[in-house]
């Protein structure tokens, strides 16, 4: 039997948007069908079940994650400037009301990482991935002495963390754009005291 030929990178995030929009639970091999253009033995066949193509999707949707935040930071070293602009394109994310752009991780953390040890494996290290490269630029931004007051820089990662999944959602109730750029703002002021 031959392998199925398909962009494997456009299934996965059709996957992504489809378990975004629904939640694993909802989603059906039908609607993941739909969503990806493949038949269901083709589905199978490249990631064995759905929980397969979950965890290829959380893959990829961290991957595509990874590329946008060195797409932001990685081109200057004004890290504030960065911190701003990575907040706006946040902000947008929030305002398009697009399933897609909810946070994956989340959604799946919320749904079953606490029902499956490997999920929760896998999110767990996303996640501390973020906290990570996040702490990295607060120690960049304090070797520049663009922070004031004590908090180390994991503490202002965690801190803005924390205000990323408020604004995510908020937005879903308040989507007005003035309201999520104010309180945007007021997160990067309050993560660099």
Request: negative net charge; hydrophobic residues 40%; proline residues 1%.
């Given at each position: 039997?031959r ?20 939640g ?62 990575y ?8 305002l398009?009301?697009?399933s ?11 749904e079953i ?6 999920i ?6 996303n996640l501390?991935q ?31 963390m ?15 754009a003035?309201?999520l ?13």
């Amino acid at each position: 039997m031959r392998n199925a030929e398909f962009d494997r990178e456009q299934v996965l995030r059709a996957a992504m948007a489809a378990f975004m929009r629904k939640g694993y639970s909802k989603t059906s091999m039908q609607d993941l069908t739909q969503a990806t253009g493949l038949h269901p033995g083709s589905l199978y066949c490249a990631f064995s079940n759905k929980r397969g193509l979950l965890i290829a999707a959380i893959e990829q949707y961290q991957s595509d994650r990874n590329q946008q935040f060195q797409g932001i930071f990685g081109h200057s070293d004004d890290v504030l400037g960065n911190l701003t602009a990575y907040l706006d394109h946040i902000v947008l994310e929030c305002l398009s009301c697009d399933s897609s752009q909810t946070c994956l991780l989340t959604k799946a953390l919320n749904e079953i990482a606490e029902q499956d040890d490997e999920i929760q494996a896998i999110i767990n290290h996303n996640l501390h991935q973020w906290h990570h490269a996040l702490t990295a630029q607060f120690e960049a931004a304090a070797a520049q002495h663009k922070l004031s007051g004590e908090r180390s820089s994991s503490q202002r990662a965690q801190y803005l963390m924390m205000g990323i999944y408020g604004l995510r959602t908020l937005a879903h109730t308040h989507p007005q754009a003035d309201t999520l750029q104010q309180l945007a703002a007021q997160l990067l002021h309050d993560v660099c005291l």
